[in-house]
């Protein structure tokens, strides 16, 4: 599979900093074996996150300069206001300064001890700001999404029925309201079809439940619709994500994903009563709700990245680019999940270290294993970000995906660099039995994979057979 050709040129470039095999060996160590905490100009490919990492256009840049920083009733807010109203179809807009921000004011507001979310699946920070109030994170999604080898469409989707058992189990008054994330983070960045969003839909209706779409995947969960699902493949992207959007309540967005932006985020309601209470909090904790956290500026940048991101030029190169990467590593015989998602390839390491137990952190050390060799970085999502303990016996509890993501920042590298990322790990593939395990030494109690430390079971140092190759990692 070729790789798309890029539907833009590039104006501002970034120089990378080269570094040996022994500066990234001494960082890690440093890090504690935490990729969160080696210095970014040590970095030659960074695909820890597709979060904050885009590169702006000639137009969000210039709205920059046009920012409103007004305290109050600032033009670049209507602006913005104006566009998330015309795209998502909710009527009030409280901005954020990212995704967190808006799971913080909204579950603090809505959501009580003792209560139940589900969710197709809920990522890092959802599930925390969920159980840091005291209630239930529930994954419903569909079985498949736990197989990489099974090939589905749309690996994304809720199980229907077993949101319907949940609601009778749990009682319908103690779920605030349902989830869904599209694109499914945790399991691949799979999306979520149209019918599948119908059908939750219909079943929290039939309770009086609200459903609501953490969205922060949303240009390319349509995409996706546009691409697979029958009857939408003449359909502009946007009329899906109008459509998509139709069939809610509301949405949380971190705007930092298809937002196209560093930073920023938002919710948007229908329901004037939480609207409420949730300005209510979002003064307390994050400013006036004409700029939610953010400056003028952002808000400006954030507006125009959300009309930029369904241009279905860049969407075709977006999804084409990473499914690109996926195919290279397939056919290099790299264990991935299929299909290959929006934003990201994810790396089975349960296969790619099949020597490792998952007590050893196989993901971590195999993230450790490409940082050091290649000057790549990734993020797991396995055992450190998703394992817990059984909390009667503190026995380890593992998930089980055993996950290395690369995420692919939007319109920052180009297909040159993503095929070196392939090459990089294919030649780490031959030589993956010299990669041993980790051990946690420090674990924070809830979030512990931004923070936590390793040290090397069998410590490698700078005898790693692919010295060489790594001193020069650009080829
Ligand atoms: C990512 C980042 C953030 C996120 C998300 C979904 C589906 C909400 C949020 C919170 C987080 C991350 C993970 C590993 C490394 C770096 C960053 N996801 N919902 O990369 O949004 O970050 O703005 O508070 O994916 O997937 P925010």
Known sequence: MNFPSEPFRIKVVEPLK???????????????????HVPADSVAIDLLTDSGTSAMSDSQWAGMMLGDESYAGSKSFYHFEAVVRGLFGYRYVIPTHQGRAAEHVLFATIVRPGMCVPNNMHFDTTRANVEHQGAEAKDLVIKEAYDPHCELPFKGNMDVARLEETIELVGPSRIPFALLTVTNNSAGGQPVSMANIRATRQVLNRYG?????????????CFFIREREPGYADRPVRDIARELFSLGDGCLMSA????????????ALNDERWAQVVTDTLILVEGFPTYGGLAGRDLE??????EEV???????????????????????????????GGHAVYVNAKEFL????????????????????????????????FGTRNPATDERIYPELELVRLAIPRRVYTNQHL???????????????AIGGLVMTYEAPR?????????????????????????????
């Not at 079971?457 to 001193?471: D, S």
Request: proline share 5%; net charge neutral.
């Open 447 to 475: 979030l512990r994979h931004f923070t936590a430390r390793f040290e090397e079971e069998t410590p490698v140092g700078i005898l790693w057979p692919g010295a060489g190759f790594a001193a020069a990692p650009l080829s």
């Open 419 to 433: 095929a070196f990322v392939a090459e990089a790990l294919i030649d780490l593939s031959h030589r993956r039995d």
């Open 18 to 36: 080269r570094t040996t095999r022994e500066e990234r060996d001494r960082l890690l160590r440093e890090a504690g074996y935490n990729l969160f």
């Open 209 to 221: 439940i609200p459903l609501l779409f953490d969205a922060c995947r949303f240009a390319e969960n």
């Open 354 to 385: 099949p020597h490792l137990h998952q007590s050893q952190f196989p993901a971590q050390a195999l993230a450790v294993a490409l940082y050091r060799d290649y000057g790549i970085r990734t993020v797991e999502i396995g055992t450190v970000m």
């Open 310 to 340: 369904l241009d279905e030029e860049y969407l075709r190169y977006r999804i084409g680019q990473v499914r690109a990467l996926g195919a290279l590593l397939e056919e290099g015989g790299v264990p991935i999940v299929k299909p290959t």
């Open 256 to 267: 930092k994903k298809d937002g196209l932006v560093n930073i920023g985020g938002f919710l």
């Open 301 to 306: 940048a954030m507006a125009r990245g959300l």
